[in-house]
């Protein structure tokens, strides 16, 4: 195997599909953040705690002094699911109810 994910082995695998950080709305100021992301991932888990993430290695303050939220999307178990939280809130991924309803 060369190191490269296939079908056949991410099935219990945590694989950020897209991560986002920043303001969103109608002026939006995002940076895209999934390499960094995909980076803190352990054992199919991804743990963040209840702190501003501009702190994190990667990520960076966007739009200083607003209020700037975090969005995920991400496959487990090859199923879709995705979050958005606000900066200050703690993450733990993989979790049901992050599930995308038909996926």
Known sequence: MNGMLTQSN???VL???QAWYGVFGGSSRLSDVTIPLQCLVSNSKLILPEQS???LVGF???AYGEEKQLAVKYRFRNILHEVLIND???L???KQSHKILGS
């Open 92 to 94: 733990r991924i993989p």
């Open 88 to 90: 200050n809130e703690p």
């Open 53 to 55: 993430k501009a702190g």
């Open 10 to 12: 991410i099935k219990g």
């Open 15 to 17: 694989v950020l599909i």
């Open 60 to 62: 960076y303050d966007v």
